[in-house]
Every structure is written in C-alpha cells, then in structure tokens.
C-alpha cells in the first residue's frame, strides 16, 4: 500500500505516451524472444533467409495466427475455445459444398466465402449460448463441440476428402498480392483490425473489464454475457477466413486432418504472445508474435532435420517457458 | 514488568529506492493490546506484515518471546504464536465453517480426518465467541461478520500469543464491535498480547493500553492511550491540526430527486419506501444484514423486485439494469470496492472512465481525452498515484476509493448511492470525501450514504432511514439523529409509532 504513494510528478507525460505505442513492457519479451529465434535460425540454416523459406513460413503461420487472434479475445473475456480445429474442417466442408453447388465460378467463391464466415460465426454464437445462457464453463462446452463439429464433418463426407473443380478457388489462398501471399494480408490486416477492436474500442475495453472481474464489469453496467458471446463469436469468424484460407490453398479439405491440432497452437500463440491465461489483458499483437514464435520454430525444426516425433517436444518446451516468464515478471 | 512477549528493535523496510518504514523500536507484553495508529500509506500494513513473516525487514531484529530474529517467514512467525487477522480476508469460500478453523491444520485420527472433533471444537470456539454460527455452513453463504468471526475462531484454536487485528471492525456494526471487543479482552486476560489497527480513533481508545503513532513510516511516539485525547491521536497522525472532520449541514433540500415507492424483493425487502431530495444527504443506518445494500442494488437493476415504483424528478422509471440506472442520472458506490467496484488490473484512467466510456469516443477511444480527465480527477480529489498508468492495484486504499468516486462522478450523476463511502480509509482521506459528498449537495445533487459507522451517519447526514429486517423501521431527523434513537430502532427495541404499524 505504500509503494505507490508518492505524489504524482511532472514531466512524465513522454514515457506515458510510449505506452500507447504497440510496444509495452508485456510485448517485450516475446517480441525479444522472436528475434532471437530469427537471428539463431538464419544461423542454423542457410535456406532459412531465403525469401521463399520466409514467405511459406509467414503463410504455413497464417492459418493458426487468424484463428489464434479469435482465441485472444476469448481468453482475455476468461474464457477458452477448443472447438476451433474441429470447426475449421466442419466449415471447410461447408464452405466447398457451396463452392461446388454454384455453376458461375465467380459467384461460387463469393458466396462460399460468405457462407463461410457466416457458418463460422453461428458456431461461435452457438458455443456463446451455451457457455452464457447455459451456464457452462466454456472449456466443457467447447470440449464438447469440438467432438461434435468433427463428428459432423466426418458425417456429411463420409470421410472422405472433399475437392473442388472451380478455377478461381484456388487463387485465393495460393495468390499473392506484391509479392506476398493472400493469407499472410489476411493475417496481418485481421491482426491490425483486431488490435483497433481490443485497444481502441468500447468493445476492446469490456472484453477485458468482463475479463478481469466480470462482477466489476455488471455493477457497471457492462453486458457481460453479451460481450462475452461476442467473443465465441469473433472466434468462429476467425475460423471462418482461416478454412477460407486453408482450403482454397490445398484446394480440397479433409474432414479429419484439417483444422487438426489448431486450437492448441492457437491457445499456445495467445499464450506466448503474453497474454494471462486467467483473462483480463492481452494483447493482439502479442499473439501474432506467438504465432510467428511457432511458426519459425517449426521450420528450423524441418530445415536442421531434427525428427518430427521430437517436434512437439520442442513446441511443449517453448510454450512452459514463456509461461515460466510470465509468472516471473507479474508475481 | 514480564518479559516481553515480542520486542522490535531498529525495524526498517524499503521497496527499491523507497523507504516506507524506518528505525521502528517498540516491546510487547504478554496481556497488553497496542494500537497501532497512522493514516493510509504510513506503514503500518507494512509493519504487520514484518512481524507476521510476510515481509522481511531491510534492517533490524525481531525479539519473539526471547529468540531473536532478523527475518520471519510466515510459517516460522505462526510456529512462534503470530497470528494475524487480515483486512482481506483468507478463507475458502467453498468449504465449511469448521473446514476453513483448520485448515492447514486439520486433526486426524487414524490418518483419516476426524470430522467429528473439528465439529466440536468449532462449536465449542464460536459459543466460546458468543457467535451462533453453524460450522457445517460453507463460508460463501456467511455474511462479513460472520466470515471474520471465523477467522478469529482459527486463531483460536491456534492458540496464538500474539494476535494482530489488521482493521478488523470496519465490516461490523457496532453490536458485532461490541462482541469482538469482549472476545479480544478474554483473549488478553488470558495473557495474549494483542496488536490492533483501527482508523476508528474511539475505538482505540476503548480497547488499547498503549499507542504506537506512526506518519510516512517513522515512528511519531509510543504512548499510553489514557494520556492522549482523539483529537491529539488525529493530530499526531496527520503531523498538523485536522479542522472539523464532518462539512457543516447548509440550506434546506430542494424538490424530491427520487423517489421510491412500495420497493419489495422476495426475502430480502419488504414495502421499502422513501424521498431523496436534492441537495440532502441521507443516511441509511442499519445493522450488517438488515437489508440497507439490497435496498440500493435493487433501485440499481441489480436485483429483480417483485413490486414498486422509482420516480425520478417525478417521472417514473423502469429500471432493470445498472446501464439503465446509469443512463437516468443515478450511480452507486458500492461496499465491496475490490470485489464490484474497480477492476484492480486497469490503470487509473481506464477506470474513471468505466462508466462514461462513450463519452470518449469519436470512432475509436480518445486516449488523450480519457487522459486528461483522469488527470482533472486527480488534481480534485488530490489522488495520490505515482502514475495515472499504473494499475489501481498499486495505490492505497483511500486512493482506490477516489479513483472509485471519479469514476462515478464521471457519468454526472443526479443521485448517488454511496455505500459504506469511506470503508477502511484514514481520517484525512474521510474528510476529503465528507467534504466531495457536501460540494455534490451544494450542487444540487442528491446523496444517500449507507453506513455502518454512526459517527459518519450522525455528522454527515441531513435525515436518517433506519432499516431492520428489509423494511424501514424508522425515519429520523434533526436531533432524533443520535446514537442511542438509530440504535433503539436497528435492533428492533423500538418500533415507529404509527397507527398500525405496531408489531410484536
């Protein structure tokens, strides 16, 4: 109670106002962490610089990182999404049955890539619903509907691998835009929308107050259970554009691979990116950091040979240590 | 004189490059109660913290019952016979009464816990208390003095020597004070020394032998409590002359700016009626539990009413969220500052502008406006924070319930609902906010203030409702205002004298 006590000084308004630069003390270290890995990956391997090798990376990151950045505003609103990577497959299936159903190529895609996200963003509220006017702790919830989106699309394929013929599919995820691929724009322009949300918005604010002390956020008048269903739904958009992605990439989904694991990179990117797992702060940009963290880490791993059975290890290893960190610094 | 039961010689703590507590010195003996007295932010949690292990001091001894240390960890200070009653309480809210007494300590038989001796000795501990209280209750359904009569049960059965009571009657009413202070004396007969911290300067009086004065972390005096007056502990504290603590009453209160009729909520509130006017202060008196909070949360949308009418400016609301209320000109401080008032993890600004947050917005939050607003607050209400970014976390308490203030003074509210306003404060702090709760009447504003403390209920309000059992027992003004009438009706001994209205 004393530490804090001294009168306020003049002459602190510039280093106030680099708080409000992207960069604070919580972006910090993973941001560190991120160039350290750059600068000891483009040591370990000399393809690792290569332009090529960048730009499969940032897209190999896209996937996750736009599911990942849904993930951050579930978990700062306290609560957590498994059913993303389920999602991801049900919604690719989806999304390449409307692509297939619609003769005129142009309006295929268009249509698709609406159904898409509005699919993505009812299995969102679908999940928000449950966890708010069910009254269920959103990991039962989402550990539920993780089995049954997965079911469901397994189910309408019969298992089997869904393709498309439609030219212009395949230009979306697969195209680039000066140089760079479609996904990655859409990483970062998702990432930059999002952040504008979080930090700068009414919205952004509640997300994090309903976070912190969801009885503070209704004695003030808060929606809390609105908020929170904005952020199940946020998500399944996000899982939306990442199967939009994904799908018109490989051209076809499956059922079973697709999407498979991508709720605990995505939980893992959020993570490393510094934002607490208990809700309440974080940081959009910190999760882009983490996304790109594994991203790289994942390549090196490919590119020095090491086996791909110890890979998770690695990655496991990654994600404890930045939780270490964390806890350092906040306790 | 027998030997010191503990005994502090040279004490200094510092964070960094900040001293908050140096060269304390002082002897405890077995059977006396010390006070411990100061203002928010002069060390004294600090200083309690050191001698109950939790902070390790950056210089001097700690002599307990003859074994000196230089460090204590909690552990080592419970084993010496430390206990220490928190303001935050430590209790598991999903366990049992008898669960939570002993806790960490659990009696075993066999290897296997026997439920049936904690049960016992729980019950035995709490009539020990005077308290009724069953322990197979879990601590979530108990209210605030019932939870803190658990705490000195563990204590209790710790057979602790020396017992440190960190503000422990700022949650109770004066009848609850009344039992902790028979308890605390027993304890003392029996030889345990007692170390209490209480802003309530009477209350320091009645209960300690001896005063440790403490002001920005040094010791002022140690003293013998029979030798000074309160205004000369208020003054030692504060290190100058504090003018009348309570605004004086002015004017005559203008139209009704709300008012509420036949307020009922399912077993909490029954036919709850009253007039709040501009430029008054109305009190709202009653014990822990009688209904005074509910009647607030429930003019606040925060719990459904089964009946009544809320009018404001003589237009009838319908209010069945806080939003709303927020939205007709009404705003409610509420007891629980940690818990419902403030999120501990925003900085300053952020919570100022909690409430009036689309104020500042064009499109996206002005950050520069927020900031400057923050920074009027902070000027007004002379919030003491070493930045407006940092966490409110980091800032005392009294500063937390300025930050909480602003934070409803941002919306511009007509009536505010203040609940327990200066709940764990020092008396400078409490002046301050007497006097912002008196300039919003001079503006024309309406205040209630809910309080447990009488002193605050008598010399801050115009008029005085008197709550028992979720009904208004009595309406008071002028010089019924008093201890002994508000007393009479809050336990009931006094029914209102109206035609009808006899019960019992």
Aim: hydrophobic share 45%.
């Amino acid at each position: 109670m004393n530490d804090a006590t001294n009168p306020n000084s003049p002459g602190q308004s510039g280093l106030q106002r680099l708080r409000r630069l992207p960069i604070n003390a919580t972006l910090l270290a993973p941001l560190l962490a991120l160039l350290i890995l750059f600068v000891l990956s483009s040591f370990a391997s000399e393809y690792f610089l290569n332009a090529r090798n960048i730009t499969n990376v940032l897209r190999q990151v896209s996937y996750t990182g736009i599911i990942a950045i849904g993930m951050t505003f579930v978990i700062i609103a306290g609560g957590i999404d498994l059913s993303v990577g389920s999602m991801v497959a049900l919604v690719g299936v989806l999304l390449l049955y409307v692509v297939n159903a619609i003769a005129d190529p142009i309006q295929a895609v268009l249509l698709g890539m609406l159904a898409a996200v509005v699919a993505g963003s009812l299995f969102g509220l679908f999940n928000g619903l449950l966890v708010t006017r069910g009254r269920m702790a959103a990991f039962v919830v989402t550990l539920a509907t993780m089995s049954i989106f997965r079911s469901l699309a397994l189910y309408l394929t019969d298992a089997g691998e869904v393709t498309t013929r439609n030219p212009l599919f395949s230009s979306i995820g697969g195209g680039y835009l000066f140089g760079i691929p479609i996904p990655v724009w859409a990483f970062f322009g998702l990432a930059l929308a999002a952040h504008v949300l979080l930090a700068h918005t009414p919205f952004g604010r509640h997300v994090c107050a309903v976070g912190a002390n969801s009885q503070v956020a209704r004695y003030s008048g808060i929606r809390v259970e609105r908020v929170v269903l904005s952020t199940f739904i946020i998500a399944g958009i996000c899982v939306g554009l990442s199967a939009i992605m994904l799908s018109s990439r490989l051209n076809s989904v499956s059922p079973s691979d697709a999407g498979y694991f991508y709720e605990l990179d995505a939980i893992a990117a959020v993570v490393i990116g510094g934002t607490a797992l208990s809700g309440g702060r974080g940081s959009v940009w910190g999760t882009v950091i983490g996304a790109l963290i594994l991203g790289i880490i994942n390549n090196m791993l490919n590119l020095t040979g090491v086996s791909p059975y110890l890979q998770g290890l690695v990655k496991g290893a990654v994600i404890l240590l930045a939780v270490l960190l964390q806890y350092r610094r906040t306790g | 004189m027998s030997r010191p039961l503990l005994r502090l010689e040279g004490i200094g703590k510092a964070f960094g490059p900040v001293t908050v507590l140096d060269d304390i010195a002082f002897e405890l003996a077995p059977g006396e109660v010390m006070g411990i007295l100061g203002e928010n932010g002069a060390g004294k949690s600090t200083l309690l913290k050191i001698i109950s292990g939790v902070y390790t001091p950056s210089a001097g001894r700690i002599i307990l019952d003859g074994k000196t240390f230089t460090a204590l960890d909690p552990i080592t200070a419970r084993r010496q016979g430390v206990a220490m009653i928190p303001q935050e309480f430590n209790l598991v809210s999903t366990l049992r009464v008898y669960e939570n007494v002993f806790l960490g300590q659990e009696v075993r038989r066999a290897g296997l816990l026997d439920r049936a001796q904690m049960r016992r000795r729980t019950r035995e501990v709490l009539q020990s208390l005077d308290v009724e209280l069953d322990p197979e209750l879990p601590i979530e359904q108990l209210s605030v003095a019932e939870r803190q009569m658990v705490e000195v049960a563990r204590v209790l059965v710790n057979d602790a020597r020396i017992l440190i009571l960190d503000e422990p009657t700022t949650v109770l009413t004066d009848r609850e004070v009344a039992v902790l202070f028979d308890v605390v004396r027993a304890l003392v007969a029996k030889g345990v020394a007692v170390l209490f911290i209480s802003h309530k300067l009477k209350e320091v009086r009645q209960l300690c032998d001896r005063l440790l004065i403490l002001r920005d972390g040094c010791q002022v005096e140690v003293c013998q409590a029979q030798d000074v007056s309160e205004e000369d502990m208020a003054h030692k504290m504060v290190g100058r002359e504090l003018s009348q603590i309570f605004p004086d009453r002015r004017g005559t209160p203008g139209e009704a700016a709300l008012k509420v009729s036949g307020l009922s909520v399912p077993n909490l509130l029954e036919d709850i009626s009253f007039t709040l006017r501009r430029g008054e202060v109305l009190g709202l008196s009653g014990m822990v539990g009688s209904g005074r909070t509910e009647i607030a949360e429930a003019i606040m949308g925060l719990r459904r009413k089964s009946s009544g009418e809320i009018e404001m400016n003589g237009k009838p609301l319908s209010i069945d969220s806080p939003r709303a209320a927020h939205d007709n000109g009404l705003a409610y401080l509420s007891e629980d500052r940690q818990g419902k008032g403030l999120v501990l993890s925003f900085n300053v600004m952020e919570n100022i502008t909690t409430l009036s947050l689309p104020r500042y917005v064009r499109g996206l939050i002005r950050h520069g406006a927020e900031r400057r607003r923050a920074e009027e607050y902070q000027q007004r209400l002379a919030i003491k924070a070493a930045k407006l970014s940092d966490p409110v976390s980091l800032l005392s308490g009294g500063n937390q319930q300025k930050v909480y203030l602003a934070k409803l003074l941002d919306i511009d509210p007509e009536v505010l609902i203040l609940d327990e306003p200066t709940r764990g404060i020092d008396i400078n702090t409490k002046q301050q906010i007497y006097r912002l709760i008196r300039s919003l009447t001079d503006q024309g504003k309406a205040v209630m203030v809910i309080s447990s403390e009488l002193e605050e209920i008598i010399g801050l309000c115009d008029r005085v409702l008197v709550v028992r059992e979720g009904r208004i027992a009595a309406e008071l003004s002028d010089d019924k205002i008093n201890e002994q009438d508000i007393m009479l009706y809050a336990a009931g001994a006094r029914q209102r004298g109206m035609a009808g209205a006899e019960v019992q």
